[in-house]
């Protein structure tokens, strides 16, 4: 089967750093994808990575590692508007070219002054 | 136009009702997604249509019929629902269904069932 675990909550500090990871075990891998979610609103794309490393894109970055089948994302600077739900998906490699993703439960973050 | 709309923005019926729900996008998209999310919990897949032709349907009851008139439009009939299919519904394109095509999302239609 497909899983993919990513911490339910968590809370930090206004123009801090916070680090949320994403585990997944899978049949295979076809990408990984961040969105953000502020309540009541749609998923807005984040990042996505197919290769491991790390993409930087201003205050955010995602990092991938395909062995461990481990990503997280890094929110640098954080602002009040950074409280949302953080969710990781995987492309679902067992349905073929359907673009089938698999989302976690999400990160409820809560940044606070 | 980089964006994904959706109509209406919240729905309430009864039981007995047939209702439905449209999508439209103008990014030349040819993968559209539906998804129902229930409240904090994550989108869950119902059906992805590419190149206006349903390619999954993720054992969605049959009460939910959905319908790709054209690339641009995607529409979710409803017909005798249930008020466990209250939820909030998402509409996402993407370019194709291919690779690390990002998918872009609706606003979303709130839907409460009677």
């Known amino acids: 089967g497909q899983n993919i675990d990513q911490p339910t909550e968590m809370t930090a500090t206004e123009g801090a750093i916070v680090q949320i990871n994403c585990t997944y075990q899978t049949s295979g891998f076809n990408g990984l994808f961040w969105y953000q979610q502020h309540a009541g609103e749609a998923p807005t794309f984040l990042s996505y990575?197919?290769?491991?490393g790390l993409e930087e894109k201003g205050r955010f970055s995602s990092f991938l590692s395909r062995s461990k089948g481990y990503s997280y994302l890094l929110l640098k600077e954080l602002q009040m508007k950074d409280s949302a739900s953080y969710l990781c998906?995987?492309?679902?490699?067992?349905?073929?070219?359907?673009?089938?993703?698999?989302f976690g439960q999400g990160t409820t973050l809560q940044v606070k002054p | 136009d980089t964006e994904v709309t959706q109509t209406p923005k919240h729905l309430v019926m009864g039981m007995t009702n047939k209702k439905s729900l449209k999508c439209e996008q103008h990014m030349g998209h040819r993968a559209m997604y539906w998804y129902k999310q229930k409240a904090k919990k994550p989108p869950e897949l119902m059906f992805v249509y590419s190149y206006e032709k349903l390619s999954i349907n993720e054992s969605v009851p049959s009460r939910f019929s959905p319908e790709c008139p054209n690339s641009s439009l995607l529409n979710l009939h409803l017909h005798a629902l249930q008020p466990e299919d209250s939820a909030l519904y998402l509409c996402?394109?993407?370019?194709?269904?291919?690779?690390?095509?990002?998918?872009?999302f609706g606003p979303g239609t709130r839907l409460t069932v009677l």
């Open positions: 996402a394109s993407s370019q194709d269904v291919l690779g690390g095509d990002e998918q872009f």
């Open positions: 998906a995987v492309r679902d490699p067992g349905s073929g070219n359907t673009g089938k993703l698999i």
């Open positions: 990575n197919v290769l491991d």
